[in-house]
Nanobody, 119 residues
């Protein structure tokens, strides 16, 4: 079991920046692939950034070049640095941890943090 807690959301003007953090507890953080998802009102939850246990990263086209995911295993924390924010980035942002044990995938979610981009 992994418990995840996001922080860092808030209201920001278009063009601004935010850094979201997600701290994990309850298991060996370094073994998990970590993901950031977001869900805007009336839309499906979408995967925006991933970082594997080995440090490889990937991004959705909608955030590529603007968002950067990173992890600090010593602090059991994953981050997403969000720059050049747009109104369409407004959503609840969720942290997700995944691992595979004996060919079974396990996933855990945080409660989410609201990001609002508006002038």
């Amino acid at each position: 079991q992994v418990q995840l807690a996001e922080s860092g959301g808030g209201l920001v003007q278009p063009g601004g920046s935010l850094r979201l953090s997600c701290i994990a507890s309850g298991s060996i953080f370094s073994l998990y692939d970590m993901n950031w998802y977001r869900q805007a009102p009336g839309k499906q939850r979408e995967l925006i950034a991933s970082i594997t246990s080995g440090g490889s990263t990937s991004y959705a086209d909608s955030v590529k070049g603007r968002f950067t995911i990173s992890r600090e295993n010593a602090k059991n924390t994953v981050y997403v640095q969000m720059n050049s924010l747009k109104p369409e980035d407004t959503a609840v942002y969720y942290c997700n941890a995944e691992t595979v044990v004996l060919k079974v995938k396990y996933g855990f979610w945080g409660q989410g943090t609201q990001v609002t981009v508006s002038s």
